[in-house]
């Protein structure tokens, strides 16, 4: 059974800073691996999709890497800012599943200004 | 694109009584998702359909859990009867198979059974 684990559960970090959220899966047989923003009370917002046979995605200042066979993703953050406070979701979609997004517990991220 | 729509936002209800939510998944998206989220559980998927016809529905708790997709642009999630532990924020997501298989959420619908 594919597990998704988020590490670390929390993060404070001051403006400006570059920062790694870190994913991994337990099964490496995936389709695609996808990272969520969660602000509080609202619903998901997808930031990027990396699918199982590319490296490593970029969005602005986001940048997604997977490495497969090791069962790790990282969301790096360049130059943190207040507004990027949110909760942060893993995804993957197993292959046993073809669907099924399995989520990880999320990681919380407070940026200080 | 509006993006997917869930009706209500909030839902208050006494146990016993019959929930029904609502989802419109985006236009031209041939899949749909329903997802639960709890601060216990987390995120967990309760079914998804293709082409409006149910594929998996292996994470509906219990039978007081349903779900039907009358057309393309419509689904309800039902729960009759209520029970207090089915307080929680439910999402709906749609994806297209022609894409990337990425999936959109809407805003959730955030449950409360008294």
């Known amino acids: 059974k594919q597990e998704v684990t988020q590490i670390p559960a929390a993060l404070s970090v001051p403006e400006g800073e570059n920062l790694v959220l870190n994913c991994s899966f337990t099964?490496?047989?995936?389709?695609?691996l996808q990272w969520f923003r969660q602000d509080p009370g609202k619903g998901l917002t997808s930031l990027l999709l990396i699918q199982s046979s590319q490296r490593e995605q970029t969005s602005g200042r986001l940048n997604a890497s997977l490495d497969k066979s090791s069962g790790r993703s990282t969301l790096y953050i360049a130059a943190s800012q207040p507004g990027d406070s949110a909760t942060y979701l893993c995804a993957v979609v197993p292959m046993e599943y073809g669907n099924k997004l399995v989520f990880g517990a999320g990681t919380i991220l407070r940026v200080k200004s | 694109d509006a993006g997917v729509i869930q009706s209500p936002r909030h839902e208050v209800t006494e146990m016993g009584q019959e929930v029904t939510l609502r989802c419109k998944p985006i236009?031209?998206?041939?899949?749909l998702f329903w997802y639960r989220q709890t601060m216990m559980r987390g995120l967990e998927l309760l079914i998804y359909f293709n082409n409006n016809v149910p594929i998996d529905d292996s994470g509906m708790p219990e039978d007081r859990f349903s779900a039907k997709m009358p057309n393309a642009s419509f689904s309800t999630l039902k729960i009759q009867p209520s029970e207090p532990r089915d307080s929680a924020v439910y999402f709906c997501?749609?994806?297209?198979?022609?894409?990337?298989?990425?999936?959109?959420f809407g805003p959730g619908t955030r449950l409360t059974v008294l």
């Open positions: 997501a749609s994806r297209s198979s022609f894409t990337a298989n990425e999936q959109f």
């Open positions: 099964d490496s047989a995936i389709y695609n």
């Open positions: 236009s031209g998206h041939d899949y």
